[in-house]
């Protein structure tokens, strides 16, 4: 099973990315966005239930940032609205066959990390 991330970059404060993870495989029950900034261990970010629901967030995303997926591409996304400095980090995208996983460490399966940096 192989994950592939997309959609980093250098953007302004307030600004916009949409990072893609494509899946080789749909064979999982909960797929997610992870990060981790300098200095800082790994947090959960975002999760979505093969269905498409129910979703999780991280209470410092929730309302900016949405993860979404198609199925019939097998691949999952996440859309950052409202950018702010603090979530300059490497965003991994991950695939779990544990329902409704939220914890890093119940995931099988990790995608490259891509770059997101939010700055002036």
């Known amino acids: 099973v192989q994950l592939q991330a997309s959609g980093g970059g250098l953007v302004q404060p307030g600004g916009s990315l949409r990072l893609s993870c494509a899946a080789s495989?749909?064979?999982?029950?909960?797929q997610g966005w992870f990060r981790q900034a300098p200095g800082k261990e790994r947090e959960f970010v975002a999760a979505i239930a093969w269905r498409g629901s129910p979703r999780y967030y991280a209470n410092s995303v929730r309302g900016r940032f949405t993860i979404s997926r198609a199925n019939a591409e097998n691949a999952f996304y996440l859309q950052m609205n409202s950018l702010k400095p603090e979530d300059t980090a490497v965003y991994s995208c991950?695939?779990?066959?544990?329902?409704?996983?939220?914890?890093?460490?119940?995931?099988?399966?990790w995608g490259q990390g891509t770059q997101v940096t939010v700055s002036s």
């Open positions: 991950a695939a779990s066959t544990v329902p409704y996983a939220q914890e890093g460490n119940k995931y099988e399966y």
């Open positions: 495989s749909r064979a999982f029950s909960t």
